[in-house]
């Protein structure tokens, strides 16, 4: 079975999407062997690996609303990238539909479908990045009722850092209700900090006192670099300019961080 990872904050745009690819790449560069599940219906995680939409295509919709054991199985996908290592990431994608299914949460024992469809049907990965939605709703709940361990992630920025809070204490207090007792924050990353803003530095200050020994190292710069790959749907092997190498650096060392302080399954 693979180890499962929910990526969240309360709080849109602050970098979840961004932080969870990098992190998964980086992974796949180190020779695991990921799952991606896009948990958010806007379907940016699709977009970014190069993979296209296509006429009966399966995703995370699909396979919550089957319910069934091992469902997700069939809403597996190869990403578009060419790298090698690209061929140990797969994708279970996510687009507009997908919110339908939070008009089921009333359902009882419906914040367990995703759970159930990903019963062996992750046991070929080594990792399993679950990416929510910028929210703490239904769609995440399916993440958080099927993860061992939580990050959260934020920006350099006030609301930025209270939705990560927000999203500590929500996991602290709803574990237990979503049968999923033993799911930890294992870390907190902090992304797009501008070192050169004294602003972003009383941030990151005021971070790692809330923190404290969860603040994962390295915190990940503001860099168009990530951007540019976003946008254009790249891996970062493919970054260019001055910036590129810190920019794949940030990322490596993260991944480092994540095996040393992830828990173990
Ligand atoms: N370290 C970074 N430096 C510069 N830009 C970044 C960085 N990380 C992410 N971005 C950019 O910031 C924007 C928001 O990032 P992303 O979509 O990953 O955030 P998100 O939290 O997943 O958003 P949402 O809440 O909508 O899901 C994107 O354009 C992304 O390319
Ligand atoms: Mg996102």
Redesign the pocket.
């Known amino acids: 079975m693979a180890r499962r990872t929910a990526i969240l904050?309360n709080?849109?745009?602050?970098?979840?999407?961004?932080?969870g690819m990098r992190l998964a790449e980086a992974l796949a560069r180190k020779g695991r062997r990921v799952l991606y599940v896009e948990g958010?219906p806007?379907g940016?995680a699709m977009r970014r690996f190069a993979l296209r939409w296509f006429e009966g295509m399966r995703g995370t919709n699909e396979a919550v609303q089957a319910d069934q054991v091992g469902v997700v199985r069939q809403s597996i996908h190869r990403i578009g990238w060419q790298e090698d290592y690209a061929d140990r990431i797969r994708i279970v994608p996510a687009w507009l539909e997908l919110d339908d299914r939070t008009a089921e949460a009333g359902i009882p024992g419906s914040h367990l479908r995703l759970v159930k469809g990903l019963q062996g049907a992750d046991d070929d990965f080594d990792e399993t990045i679950l990416?929510c939605?910028?929210s703490l709703s239904h769609l995440t709940q399916l993440a958080l009722a099927a993860s061992h361990q939580a990050i959260v992630?934020t920006e350099a920025e006030q609301d930025s850092i209270r939705g990560a809070r927000r999203a500590m204490e929500y996991i602290a207090q709803k574990a237990y209700a979503l049968h999923n007792e033993d799911l930890k924050v294992t870390g907190a990353v902090m992304?797009?900090m501008d070192a050169t803003r004294s602003v972003d530095r009383a941030q990151l200050a005021s971070a790692r006192e809330i923190f404290g020994d969860l603040m994962w190292e390295p915190v990940?710069?503001?860099?168009?670099v990530?951007?540019e790959i976003?946008?254009n749907g790249q891996p970062i092997t493919k970054a260019t300019g001055e910036k590129a190498g810190i920019a794949r650096a940030s990322f490596e060392l993260l991944a480092d961080t994540f095996e040393k302080r992830s828990l173990t399954v």
């Open positions: 904050n709080k849109g745009g602050v970098g979840k999407t961004a932080t958010d806007q940016n990416d939605p910028p992630v992304t797009r990940i710069p503001r860099l168009n990530y951007k976003d946008t």
